[in-house]
């Protein structure tokens, strides 16, 4: 019986007669009537090849089975079949029956094709809504980036108006000193040139400062590689381990990755503030009794460089963190406070000061959540959705010098940035008091010629 039935499967009948029917179908109505009956002898005599080679296989199995076995199933199941196929022929209704069945047959098929043709009308339809509304979105996305772009240049506008209105004020209060001490020197040579009856005077010529350049421009290069360097050193090191050190206490990735980029703005924001007040303290003190070849600027200039260890580096790292106090962005557990991560806002006041000293100075790019993505500036982070185009926030800042980036910073770009901006802004309320160790630090310093240290290069 396992032959039998190997051979049967093997000879694939069923498979050609499924296949002479499709034919048979598809070919129905182009074809004539002989065509027509050929067609359904041929399929009939398949079927009849099929129905004996089952019939043998039926024998060989019950033969298998013994004498008894399977004589219900016979009486039950092949017994009334094989009456009821027999009373259907010799009744002669077998052809007006098939005759209805292939009308029935016919005109579901027409149905179906008309309700094809339906479904692919609508479908073409739907095809043509989509296709205008991708159009549609693509022109918003487009003005979203115009206006973006607009809203960006906009900003730094301004924060470069503001930057310049500090630097307006700052030359006013230069030229104010720079007034006082002129009148100074002018009563002191006032009362030098009045005469003297123990001595004569003799005309002496003024002495000449050339624009030589002194220690800080002869080192600049080597400062400047240095620094870039450690810069890329705290990314790589001091921030990692801040940045563990945090979600001991915050589970938030992003807010941890938050706080830590707003320390380094805060940091160079406290460290070129000092700078300035540190220089005209300096250029105050030089101008008052200067001379050489040197100009006061690189007089002044190579005094900082060789003492940069008077910078009150803590006086910045407690601006920082009651900058980030005040800061709505980023949030902290009660229980502790931003002081966790000073050793890392030391640093990067240290080589933002140290940076301050360079020809030109170095500084870092001005960054705002939900700013289209530079591929200049930034790495995109890991987490990134890397078809995304606005920055979700910003991991670390890019270094500048004279607004050409030096080393890339790292964002994270997701899609909706924008709208996840906005909708945070809106629902954080945050309200922190400066800690009452930061205060208490702030008002038990003391001024001393001993500061924290000079910054490691």
């Known amino acids: 019986m396992a032959d039998s039935l190997r051979r049967l499967v093997s000879a694939e009948s069923c498979r050609l007669l499924q296949e002479k029917l499709e034919n048979w179908y598809r070919d129905y109505e182009i074809n004539t009537c002989d065509q027509n009956l050929n067609r359904c002898c041929e399929i009939i005599e398949m079927n009849s090849v099929i129905q004996g080679q089952l019939f043998t296989i039926l024998n060989e199995t019950s033969r298998e089975g013994g004498h008894y076995a399977g004589v219900e199933t016979i009486k039950t199941r092949l017994l009334p079949w094989l009456g009821t196929c027999f009373s259907c022929a010799t009744s002669g209704g077998l052809f007006e029956s098939g005759l209805s069945f292939i009308q029935d047959s016919v005109e579901k098929e027409r149905q179906l094709r008309q309700l094809a043709t339906s479904q692919t009308f609508q479908l073409q339809e739907l095809q043509e809504e989509l296709t205008s509304t991708r159009l549609e979105l693509n022109h918003v996305q487009q003005d979203l980036k115009d206006s973006r772009a607009r809203e960006e240049d906009s900003l730094r506008k301004l924060d470069r108006w503001n930057d310049y ?68 050193d705290i990314y790589a090191h001091e921030r990692l381990d801040a940045e563990t050190l945090l979600r001991t206490y915050i589970t938030d990735k992003e807010m941890v990755q938050r706080i830590i980029y707003t320390a380094a703005v805060e940091s160079f924001q406290a460290a070129k503030m000092a700078y300035r007040q540190f220089k005209m303290r300096v250029r105050k003190t030089l101008s008052l009794g200067h001379t050489g070849l040197e100009s006061l ?17 803590q006086a910045s790292v407690n601006e920082v963190i009651r900058s980030m106090n005040m800061n709505p962005k980023i949030s902290f557990p009660p229980e502790v406070d931003f002081i966790v991560i000073s050793s890392l806002i030391r640093e990067l006041c240290c080589v933002a000061f140290s940076m301050q000293t360079l020809i030109p100075p170095l500084d870092i790019a001005f960054g705002m959540d939900g700013e289209l993505f530079s591929e200049t500036k930034y790495h995109r982070s890991l987490d990134s959705d890397f078809t995304a185009a606005l920055v979700a926030y910003h991991v670390w800042p890019a270094l500048m010098e004279n607004d050409v980036v030096i080393v890339k910073g790292e964002a994270v770009t997701k899609r909706g940035a924008l709208w996840s901006r906005r909708s945070r802004s809106r629902s954080r309320n945050r309200s922190r008091s400066v800690s009452p160790l930061l205060s208490h630090l702030s008002r038990s310093r003391s001024p001393s010629p001993l500061r924290s240290g000079s910054p490691r290069h």
């Open 165 to 232: 209105e500090q630097q307006i004020q700052m030359l006013r209060d230069e030229i104010s000193i720079l007034d006082a001490q002129k009148s100074v020197l002018q009563s002191r040579l006032a009362r030098s040139r009045s005469p003297s009856p123990r001595r004569s005077r003799s005309p002496s010529p003024l002495p000449l400062r050339s624009c030589s350049p002194g220690r800080a421009r002869r080192t600049n290069a080597s400062r400047h590689a240095c620094l870039v360097a450690r810069f890329g």
């Open 297 to 313: 600027e690189d007089t002044v200039l190579d005094y900082m460089v060789r003492h940069e260890d008077l910078y009150d580096v």
